[in-house]
């Protein structure tokens, strides 16, 4: 591993790309601490940090790395930009246009990719106009509410969340084409690891806490391991896979010989990624948001409606849990289509050993995927509803968010196989070497 790290800074083009993303990175945690005019943070932290009502806000700011309670200009991050790529993947498979742009090749994608872009824009304009509403109904957080004076902040508080989720996905784009990795995946896990030293200091307040309530001498060590453990699952199941064998007969094209070897082709047991549980959660955060706007009378039906949807509540955490397999099986049936890998294999002359080519074959992919996003959905709901459970066994609130890991997991595995990859075609040996 050290050797091949020797041999990115060796190569001059892996070493700018490398420095490029650094440089980006920079520059995205120095726009975290450009305030937006007009807001209190103080204030905000307090408001995004307390209160079951904030559950809402406390979900934007997970994504966000922090900086919503910081009042930063990033305040709403890549969450618009996720939440576009969310609906353009559903519209894809809805409308027969945009799925046959899609199997346009690279055109197509540049043109689903700027569509994309507006959708982005506008989720923004949205999200900050209904952000903007939510601060005003928080007593402190605007210093000013009525008159011009109160119509000029709005006006530069909407446009300051909107230039900043813009400039994020530029700077995404960047480092698409400059750098290295996922450049949208990339900011989100530098948002979010820059939570770390908080949760560090937070474990460090507990330890010294010990010498007055013993418990913490056992509760710190026991966050640690299940960290560690958390992280160590998630890697072994991000690269799990299942491998069906493929043979392929024998063909003549012209004077040369094809096929005639067998091969496999992997699924994954997690094929979706993160996109269930931030779909999940933005649905259970829907009533949580709605909350923030109104003030139901306590004791009152809607009272205890809401409450349900609070993050310490069972009802949330099994609901959460069921929304989260539902939407990865969703998202399975639109990345994988077992008629069209069946067609491919038939095309080619191959088939599965033991298995008919046509129907049978489509019969025995869809039972494969079926237990294997069983398996994968479990794990994505496991990993979800973890910190719900080790908040209400410890009562101790901290930062451990399963969803949080499995991004900053993914992301990194993600990059070092993207590093892999462009060290293996220079030949040299990888990492995993």
Request: hydrophobic fraction near 50%; aromatic fraction near 14%.
């Amino acid at each position: 591993m050290f050797e091949s790290i020797k041999q990115i800074f060796k190569q001059k083009d892996l070493r700018s790309k490398l420095i490029y993303t650094l440089v980006v990175i920079i520059l995205f945690r120095l726009g975290c601490a450009i305030t937006v005019p007009f807001l209190d943070p103080s204030s905000l932290s307090a408001m995004v940090s307390g209160g079951e009502s904030s559950d809402f806000l406390s979900y934007l700011n997970v994504l966000t790395g922090g900086a919503l309670q910081d009042a930063s200009i990033f305040g709403l991050s890549i969450t618009p930009y996720i939440n576009a790529s969310i609906i353009m993947q559903l519209l894809t498979v809805a409308i027969p246009a945009l799925e046959r742009m899609a199997k346009e090749g690279n055109d197509g994608q540049k043109k689903i990719q700027t569509i994309t872009r507006f959708v982005t824009l506008g989720l923004a304009v949205a999200m900050a106009i209904m952000y903007y509403f939510v601060l005003r109904n928080s007593d402190g957080v605007l210093h000013y509410y009525t008159g011009f004076s109160g119509v000029f902040s709005a006006i530069v508080i909407v446009a300051s969340f909107v230039a900043g989720t813009m400039l994020v996905v530029w700077m995404g784009d960047q480092i698409n084409e400059h750098g290295v990795g996922n450049g949208i995946s990339v900011i989100l896990f530098a948002g979010i690891l820059s939570r770390g030293p908080d949760a560090f200091m937070l474990l460090w307040s507990w330890w010294q806490l010990g010498a007055e309530e013993p418990k913490y001498y056992f509760l710190v060590p026991v966050i640690i391991l299940v960290f560690m453990a958390i992280v160590a699952f998630i890697v072994f199941m991000t690269n799990a896979e299942r491998r069906i064998p493929v043979s392929y007969a024998k063909r003549v094209v012209g004077r040369r010989m094809y096929g005639g070897q067998s091969t496999y082709i992997p699924i994954k047991v997690n094929m979706t990624g993160v996109l269930p549980i931030i779909f999940a959660m933005s649905f259970m955060s829907l009533p949580s948001m709605i909350e923030s706007f109104v003030t139901p009378a306590e004791g009152g039906f809607w009272a205890g409606f809401f409450s349900l949807f609070h993050y310490n509540n069972i009802f949330y955490g099994v609901l959460y849990f069921l929304l989260i397999l539902a939407f990865n099986y969703f998202y399975t049936a639109i990345q994988f289509n077992p008629v069209e890998i069946a067609n491919s294999i038939r095309k080619n002359n191959g088939a599965i050993p033991g298995i008919r080519p046509g129907k049978p074959t489509v019969d025995y992919f869809s039972k494969v995927i079926s237990k294997i996003t069983l398996l994968g959905a479990l794990f994505l709901g496991v990993i979800a509803i973890f910190p719900i459970v080790f908040t209400m066994i410890t009562q101790a609130n901290i930062s451990l968010g399963g969803t949080s890991v499995l991004i900053i997991v993914g992301v990194a595995l993600e990059t070092v196989r993207n590093l892999e990859s462009q060290i293996t075609m220079r030949h040299h040996k990888g990492f995993l070497e």
